[in-house]
């Protein structure tokens, strides 16, 4: 996965040019369930997941940093990990994208890492299929009017897979 970091996307990210959804997955190193599922995206396919997550600004929030973050990133009341919210490019949480394997008490939380990645492919598509608003679009594409696709955001695989 290529993961940010929260102080990343505070201090570094501008929300306002952003093209990309938001993927915040929510972690502990004290959780065993969240060691196992991070270790699940080890044996993957690497350049599947590489270009899968680059289509997103995915945001690990681990340790401390859960404390970053208000109440709405726990919109379920729950401070349980590992859970993953999504965000509209400019930030605003979707709260209706929920893991649809997940228990009805528990919406944000992922037993695997296929069900990660499934969640990340339907949010792609659904992103893919509804682009920005107009005015939106002409802001991101230098006031051509077409937006670029989130397919144009491509992991850059250099860096990504070991020589």
């Known amino acids: 996965m290529n993961w940010h970091s929260p102080k990343m996307l ?12 938001i993927a915040y997955f929510f972690t502990q190193s004290s959780c065993s369930n969240c060691r196992r599922l991070l270790s699940e995206f080890e044996s993957m396919h690497h350049t599947m997941l590489s270009q899968l997550s680059a289509q997103f600004l995915t945001v690990l929030v681990l340790d401390d940093y859960n404390y970053d973050f208000g109440p709405e990133y726990g919109p379920d009341g ?3 990990v590992p859970r993953m919210l999504f965000a509209d490019p400019s930030g605003k949480l979707r709260y209706d994208l929920k893991n649809p394997k ?3 008490d528990m919406p944000y939380m992922y037993d695997t890492a296929q069900e990660v990645v499934d969640q990340l492919r339907r949010v792609l598509a659904l992103y893919q299929e509804q682009p920005l608003p107009t005015a939106r679009r002409s802001l991101y594409s230098g006031g051509s009017g077409s937006a670029r696709s989130v ?3 491509v992991a850059d695989l250099t860096q990504d897979l070991p020589s």
């Open 151 to 153: 397919r144009d955001y």
């Open 102 to 104: 997940a228990d009805m």
């Open 10 to 21: 505070k201090e570094v990210i501008d929300l306002k040019i952003n093209t990309k959804p």
């Open 78 to 80: 729950s401070t349980e």
